[in-house]
């Protein structure tokens, strides 16, 4: 699984889920944080789809971390101020790097939330278009 699906599935996913594989890993590995949470700025960049440009809207406030587990180096970067949350992106990515045996065992677990998601999104989408309302069916 490749790193964008799998920090997409963990950002958007159950907190307890990221948190869950992390202890894991911090129970049975030394970790070793290169870089405390953080927060900073990043420019967002956006492509305006007619003319294919990009622009600038703004800077987005996001929370950085940088770990460490058997020469391997993780990294969480997460929107919003979230330490937690990227603390335990970059022990799973760090993970993933050191190619750890319990990160065989997690794909399962990653497909299955991501269906959850999707189950989620599409209630959303189901409930939004409930109040959509036809115009040409309306009397005047």
């Known amino acids: ?19 869950d594989m992390a ?16 927060s900073g700025l990043v420019m967002l960049k956006v492509r305006e789809t007619s003319q294919k440009s990009l ?5 987005v406030l996001i929370t950085e ?14 929107a919003g101020d979230q330490p937690e ?15 750890l045996p319990e990160t065989i ?3 399962l677990l990653l497909e299955n939330e991501e269906k959850i998601i999707q189950e989620q999104r599409t209630a959303a989408n189901h409930s939004i278009l409930k109040t959509k309302v036809n ?3 309306m009397d005047v």
């Open 1 to 19: 699984m490749k790193r964008r699906r799998r920090t997409e599935i963990l950002i958007n996913g159950s907190q307890k889920r990221s948190e």
């Open 23 to 38: 202890d894991c890993i911090k129970d049975n590995y030394q970790v070793k944080v290169i870089q405390e949470p953080e």
């Open 55 to 59: 622009f600038f809207p703004g800077e």
């Open 65 to 78: 971390c940088k770990v460490q587990i058997q020469g391997s180096i993780g990294i969480g970067i997460v």
């Open 85 to 99: 949350l990227s603390y335990n992106l970059a022990v799973i990515d760090a993970a993933y790097e050191a190619m």
């Open 105 to 107: 065992g997690w794909k």
């Open 135 to 137: 115009f040409e069916t």
